[in-house]
């Protein structure tokens, strides 16, 4: 039976209800809360090691916790099949820190076959993924590295393809862990700009994790503060630094001075 803390989550894209997770005798997760709606903007803040990107993969089935409970698309995840849950993968989809290309093919197969791996799978004609595919690359300034293979990438430039990967399949659930980090800031900015963009155009729910405060604010104004595997506060970056809290006023001392008024 579902408890009464979660029958609200079950309309949502995706929710953790005060999950609980420890990984190797370390408390990463301690009572985490959050609730994705359709159409929805939020940004996962905090320092590293914080439990962000565990609590991304918690969200879509990587990881099962101890306690609490985990819905996607208005599936409780314990009580999933496999079947079920791969299903649900396809409607969604995730960008990792470190990528996960697949290193033998080139740039634009990889966006292929996470189309065709998505819910809609290969529903468009080929010349249309095509057209698709450049326009997207083009987007992120990858248009020349279509036919090049992971391996010849820089870091920065694999984490772009891996974002295009995402965005290709017109995911109902968007998630990204760390998408600008390493990258100059005019890539970052672009990366947030199209991120913005797509948010228009589409009623996917996004969500992005970072340690950076001014990605997180150029991204949302519904920003979930992360620590020790909690939210600790939530709001625009304008409300949290008005809360006048000595750790946060810590966390956001590293903006820039431009960036503070």
Avoid: W
């Avoid at 079950?10 to 985490?32: E, K, M, P, Y």
């Avoid at 949290?240 to 000595?246: A, H, M």
């Amino acid at each position: 039976m579902t408890s009464s803390l979660a029958t609200n989550q079950l309309a949502s894209v995706a929710a953790l209800v005060d999950v609980r997770l420890n990984l190797g005798g370390r408390q990463i997760l301690d009572g985490l809360t959050l609730d994705l709606t359709e159409g929805s903007k939020t940004a996962l803040l905090g320092e590293s090691s914080c439990g962000k990107s565990v609590a991304l993969k918690t969200l879509v089935g990587l990881f099962a916790p101890q306690e609490g409970q985990v819905f996607l698309f208005g599936e409780e995840l314990a009580t999933t099949n496999r079947q079920t849950l791969t299903a649900l993968r396809r409607r969604l989809g995730m960008q990792f820190q470190a990528g996960a290309l697949f290193d033998s093919t080139s740039v634009r197969l990889n966006l292929v076959m996470a189309s065709e791996e998505s819910f809609r799978g290969d529903g468009r004609k080929k010349t249309a993924l095509s057209e698709a595919i450049i326009d997207l690359l083009n987007q992120v300034g990858l248009k020349e590295a279509a036919e090049l293979f992971p391996a010849s990438l820089s870091g920065g430039m694999r984490k772009r393809v891996a974002l295009a990967r995402v965005l290709i399949g017109d995911p109902e659930l968007a998630i990204f862990d760390e998408p600008t980090a390493g990258l100059d800031p005019q890539t970052s900015s672009r990366i947030i700009n199209l991120l913005n963009d797509l948010a228009q155009k589409s009623q996917a729910a996004m969500i992005l994790a970072t340690t950076d405060p001014d990605v997180a604010r150029r991204f949302t104004e519904n920003i979930l503060l992360m620590k020790d595997g909690r939210i600790y506060a939530q709001g625009s970056l304008k409300t949290l630094k008005e809360l006048g809290d000595p750790y946060i006023d810590h966390y956001f001392s590293r903006l820039p001075k431009t960036e503070k008024s």
